[in-house]
């Protein structure tokens, strides 16, 4: 497919001119991304400390339930001991005393045992409401500070749209003039590698993977007839001092690197 030289230098002027937009896109993109994942992190630590509120909060209304049983039992078993003191004070017999003594005894022993073991969870209940505290003042100290942080992480998201947008509008009003067989090449090179694909000769080298060039290949690239891919990565060839240049941010970086070198 041999084109005149003009001609090819305006495909692929107007091929870089969509390139500098699709790469400021690219990099809104990634910049969009780490801060749509700094939103979920927020809202993750958030989620995290609530679900821990909420399993402080079941573990601490299980305790309680513990308790309210324990505290039953002793009541029942105080409620008990009494009966076998009224019973004991009308008895005659020594053996039935003795008999009521002892079950009187055993239900103060386990009365004892029971009400050691309310002491125990009280105490764990305690300890767990500290816990309790602790939890809810994270939580009220991330919302607090992380609604301005979020706020301006929307802001930023907002921001990034619209620009996104802008170049998206400008883009649309290049592709129409563009061949479109060789824009189809472009993007599919461009969905491969996310990165230019439309690249200068330097020093006999691909700029884009930076292997070595033969002279015939950068002949080619310099007659600028056909449009030249890179025998290794299969990038876009242009010739820095082709007129295709010219008015575009490749020029522009091009006259720089010279006002460095004088």
């Known amino acids: ?19 500098e937009l699709d790469i400021k896109m690219i990099r809104l993109m990634r910049v969009k991304k780490q801060r749509q994942k700094e939103l979920k992190q927020i809202e993750s630590l958030r989620t995290e400390l609530k679900e821990q509120l909420a399993l402080k909060e079941e573990e601490i209304s299980e305790i309680n339930k513990q308790v309210k049983g324990l505290e039953e039992k002793i009541q029942e078993l105080t409620d008990k001991y009494k009966k076998f003191e009224a019973q004991q004070a009308s008895i005659k017999k020594v053996e039935e005393f003795n008999a009521l003594t002892q079950e009187m005894t055993a239900v103060e022993r386990e009365k004892v045992a029971l009400e050691t ?49 802008q170049l998206k509008t400008e883009r649309d009003a290049l592709i129409d003039k563009v061949d479109p067989e060789i824009l189809t090449i472009y993007e599919r090179l461009l969905r491969n590698k996310k990165d230019r694909v439309i690249v200068p000769i330097e020093n006999r080298a691909c700029s884009g993977c930076h292997i070595a060039l033969t002279l015939q290949h950068e002949n080619l690239v310099r007659k600028g007839e056909n449009v030249i891919f890179c025998e290794h990565c299969s990038r876009i060839h242009f010739w820095q001092e082709s007129e295709a240049v010219e008015g575009t941010t490749v020029a522009t970086k091009r006259r720089r690197r010279r006002t460095v070198k004088a």
């Not at 497919?1 to 390139?19: F, H, N, P, T, V």
């Not at 309310?118 to 300890?127: H, P, Y």
């Not at 003042?137 to 706020?151: A, G, M, R, V």
């Open 1 to 19: 497919m041999i084109q005149a030289q003009g001609q090819m230098d305006q495909r692929l002027k107007l091929l870089l001119e969509i390139q």
């Open 117 to 165: 073991q309310t002491s125990n969870i009280l105490d764990k209940k305690v300890a767990e409401e500290e816990i309790l505290e602790k939890i809810k003042e994270s939580l009220t100290s991330s919302e607090t500070s992380s609604q301005e942080l979020e706020k301006e992480i929307k802001a930023n998201i907002d921001q990034i749209n619209e620009e996104g947008q």
